[in-house]
């Protein structure tokens, strides 16, 4: 019996001692976005990545990981996705229990400005960090102002972030992180810093500023309060319209909706169609036939919008869902021709 124990520890101790050395990573401080290089670590990471360096390095890093994660390696060589980092994690090591990582290395620096954010006359350093990506994406970032710092989130972000005055004489600047999304969902999100910490006041569709290659965004502040933008309409096709947001006392974005918004595109006419008179009138107005040049001019971005036929005459229709016109029962592309449908 002693003899069979001593076996079992000794096994054990072998085990442990195997187990022990193979766990142990010179990257113990891996970020999520390290792990999840090693999910794809066959492929060729885009060489327009400006930190070569840092490359070189996580390329070690990924070979070392790969070795510890087998499970993980993918097959299909197809990017991994945002969920597998957490799958890549130690199973006996929920990630939520992870302290927080922040990304604030040199290697990982892509902005810096200087500017006095809480009005105390002292400049503050404002910087922006992206872990390495293979992709040359900007996805999660460390915001880090002085020495407060926060992780957040956007898609495709621009890294020159600007400094802006949303309230003019309130003794505060706000930094604006603007991001491109994946199909040029324009983002922009406002930070406040009073001294001691960052909040995100809130995010608006649109981009602030001018970008590296010479876009310029639509988001305008002119430091009363209010901000400008374009949003994407909900509705009948893929549109923008103007919008309104005020910063609040509380230190949120508060939206201005508005009864009507001006969605203005010319359209052919494909159907007969006889429309309403108003949105509160339902009796029947003007005609539209086949071939007639028409403008959809506004719409409550919700149910109803209206046509100005080319006599100036102005009638309404409703819309079910996105864009099925309920008196035809046809979607809008059936009834319209030259609207717009992008991703
Ligand atoms: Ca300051
Ligand atoms: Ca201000």
Redesign the pocket.
Known sequence: MKRTKSVVLICLTILILIFGSCGKSPNSSKTPMDTNLSADNNSTPFDEHPADTQKDKDKDIDNNLTDNHHEEENDNGAPPTQDEPHKAQDPDTPFETEPEEYYDTDDNLRHLVLA?????????IIQIFFPYDPYGSFYEYTLKINESKGNFFGDQVEPQFNVVDIVKGDGFKEVAVSEYGPSDDYMTAFYHYD?KNIKLIGEIQGFYGDSPWGFTGNVQIDGTGLIRTRTRGQIMQTWFYDDEYMLEKDLTLKNIPKDLYLMDTEVTVLTKFTLRKSRTDHSAGITLNPGDKVVLKETDNNRWCSVVNSQGEVGWFEIQGFNRIKDLNLPAEEVFDGLCFAD
């Open positions: 006095d954010l809480d009005g105390d006359g002292k400049e503050d001294g």
